[in-house]
């Protein structure tokens, strides 16, 4: 049976749960229907084509980036570097028969500077989980500090010009892809924390692989 799932910013696709690349219109998707087909180059060269992967999962990812104008999205840059770390420690794909996919719906340049900036995000984070001194916090900054610890329960880090780039990082500099899908807008009006945890949607995985 072809599954999609569709969760905040994710989409799981099934193994070959595709709709025809000729159909007209993407559309937001729901359960039972299938993913439109769709190409876009990627920031690491040349490009992909959802069809081409036909007989794996594809997760994908479509981070906002910006949170607010000049403002990156720490929690995207966060939730990049911590599925990063879980393809080097667990191999996901391999474990998951699934290729992840980044949409960014921005120009090469903007999409660039989202993977420079990633290094300096982590940092900014810890800082707001480890300030200097603590104890001189008021109410306010006390509270902050827990948020952060709990938001963001892992010390990532990468060294700057050193970020790595496993997942192809799609371009959807018009947003055509975005937009059609119901995932781009201009007013956000939530919270990125509303978003799954990795480890329910691996075993979203399982089910959609049959081993679960």
Known sequence: MKKTAIFASVVLAAACGLAPAQEAGTKPVTV??????????????GTVTLSALKGKNVMIIFPRGYAAENHWCSICNYKYAELVELERTREIRKKYNVEVLIVLPYGPDVVKAWVDVLPEQLDKVKERKYPADPAKLDEKGKK???FYRQLFPLDLSVKKGEVSTPFPI?????????K?????????????VDRPEYDYLFTVLDVLNGTR
């Not at 799609?170 to 975005?178: G, V």
């Not at 807008?185 to 990125?192: L, V």
């Open 180 to 192: 059609s899908l119901g995932l781009f807008m201009t007013e956000w009006g939530q919270n990125t």
């Open 170 to 178: 799609l371009i959807d500099a018009d947003r055509k892809l975005s």
């Open 32 to 45: 039972g229907r299938p993913m439109p087909d769709f190409t876009l180059p990627a920031y690491q060269g």
């Open 144 to 146: 902050s500090m827990e």
